[in-house]
């Protein structure tokens, strides 16, 4: 991680889950870490952690609703103006509900579609725009997806079809990212993250709808995945300096889809 010491990095969705341990784990190997969320406080809190203050990184918490453009686009002109570059952006934020097609609300629908889609082009764009602008062509765009985005979920989690859905479209973007930044023959690298289940607050989507369930009965018996090898795979792709790392599917062994 020697090369990455110093450079910047964005992280959406810091507040909690992946998110926050994103940033523990970066600012631990070094970097400027910008953590953003709707709950800045909250990334303030993590910030003042015994374990991130000693760290030789920094962690720098900006709120910011993602759903908002004007919103990116300041969090952007911030970074521009008090750091002069970006190095790495991971776009993390990615909401799920319980909301099937057909009794799912629309609110639901449209944020997910906001955060999970929208927000990820307009972040990806401004960072390439920003490190094309200052010169860093080894620059690294990471999305974290899902492995709902490689196949359709079972009947009995049909709740999340629609999540399903905005993963399918996350992976058919990194590809065209990647296709657009090979054609501006740019050596800023794009590639992706795909868990199983994660041991998060958005699991309980899937341990609310019926606790007595015998999905909940098998998620009960699982060795869930944890937030720390999620953020072991991003320190893996960075580290790959001469390897683009298209995509990382993980699940826990105990998964069978």
């Known amino acids: ?10 992280v959406t969705g810091a507040s909690s889950a992946i998110g926050a341990e994103l940033c523990r784990t970066l600012v631990h190997h070094g970097m400027i870490v910008v953590g953003i969320a709707r709950r800045a406080d909250r990334i303030q809190a993590i910030a003042e952690e015994d ?13 910011c609703d993602v759903t908002q453009e004007s919103e990116i686009l300041s969090v952007f002109d911030e970074i521009r103006k ?10 993390n934020a990615g909401p799920s509900y319980n909301s099937p ?16 889609v929208l927000a990820l082009c307009i972040c990806t764009r401004e960072a390439v725009k920003l490190m094309t602008e200052k010169g ?4 690294q765009i990471i999305n974290i997806s899902s492995m709902s985005g490689h196949r359709l979920n079972s009947t009995e989690q049909s709740g999340i079809h ?10 058919a973007l990194t590809e065209g990212l990647r296709r657009e930044l090979k054609a501006l023959n740019s050596h800023i ?4 993250v795909s868990p199983g289940l994660v041991e998060t607050e958005g699991l309980d989507v899937f ?28 320190l893996y792709i960075l580290r790959s300096q001469h390897v683009e790392v298209h995509d990382i599917l993980m699940r826990c062994y105990d998964q069978t889809s």
């Open 207 to 234: 341990r609310s709808k019926d606790p007595a369930a015998k999905a909940s009965d098998a998620l009960s018996a699982m060795t869930i995945l944890q937030v720390q090898d999620i953020a072991e795979s991003v």
């Open 1 to 10: 991680m020697e090369p990455w010491s110093g450079r910047v990095a964005l």
């Open 162 to 171: 629609f999540y399903t859905d905005t993963k399918f479209m996350v992976r």
């Open 136 to 139: 860093i062509d080894d620059g």
């Open 82 to 91: 008090t750091f002069g570059r970006l190095d790495v952006c991971i776009n």
């Open 51 to 63: 374990r991130v203050k000693k760290a030789p990184g920094k962690l720098v918490a900006i709120k």
């Open 189 to 192: 690298r794009i590639g992706s």
């Open 101 to 116: 097609l057909f009794s799912g609300t629309t609110a639901e629908f449209k944020n997910m579609l906001d955060v999970n």
